[in-house]
């Protein structure tokens, strides 16, 4: 998706949900799946994703070496292996948007991807679900909105045809890439394919397609 757009909106001003994409991943081992979760602080209802804090419990020792186990004897782990240095060993993290925005601004970096990244907390945009993309769209000028598949349980069509922005939906439909330790499994981290197709990673991870809606 960041690949597809001009500019990539990191959304970190509503209200943090749990048990999603921002506090956990998977990865693939010989003895299967590991999840890969960041403990957070304890927070009310209504804290904003950008107010998250990690709870510093010597979880990232634990992701490094669940990682490094998993991937070590994959081709093109020693590739990758600054990354991971990076972000478990050179830092200590407080901040779960920090964070998250490092790791995808580094590997955006590794795969060439030229976009604009912008968090929404400096836009001080408006309204609340679709509004507030509309909003956010209107502030960068943007002629085109791409969103992931989940929101179509909260958008409205019209509302981005009424304000003259082309709504699409990225369709995630990925081709099958060499992944050890049996069936194939598309559920897992970026780090995976990197780890195994190492410079080729690109024309996997490159190969989403769109829905266009109007």
């Known amino acids: 998706m960041i690949n597809m757009v001009d500019t990539f909106v990191f959304l970190e001003d509503v209200d943090f949900t749990k048990r999603d994409w921002r506090t956990r991943n998977k990865i693939k081992s010989k003895n299967g799946d590991i999840w ?3 403990p957070v602080k304890k927070s009310p209802r209504g804290t904003k994703i950008y107010e998250i804090e ?3 419990n010597g979880w990232q020792e634990k992701h490094y070496r669940s990682i490094t186990m998993s991937y070590a ?5 020693k590739s990758y292996v600054d990354l991971l240095e990076h972000v478990y060993v050179e830092r200590q993290w407080k901040s779960l948007s920090e964070m998250n925005q490092f790791i995808i601004k580094s590997i955006a970096a590794l795969l060439n991807i030229e976009t604009v990244f912008m968090n929404s907390v400096s836009l001080g945009s408006e309204g609340k679900a679709d509004d507030k993309l509309i909003d956010i769209c209107k502030k960068l000028g943007a002629t085109h909105y791409l969103s992931g598949p989940a929101a179509k349980n909260y958008i409205c069509p019209n509302k981005f045809m009424e304000n003259d922005i082309r709504l699409e939906y990225i369709v995630y439909d990925y081709p099958e890439y ?3 330790f049996g069936e194939f499994d598309h559920y897992v981290s970026v780090l995976d394919v990197l780890f195994n197709c190492g410079g080729q990673s690109a024309e996997y991870i490159f190969q989403g397609k769109k829905e266009i809606v109007f």
Not at 73 to 77: E, I, P, T, W, Y
């Open 73 to 77: 004897q994959s081709d093109h782990f």
């Open 36 to 38: 890969l979760r960041v």
């Open 178 to 180: 060499p992944q050890p």
């Open 54 to 56: 990690i709870d510093l």
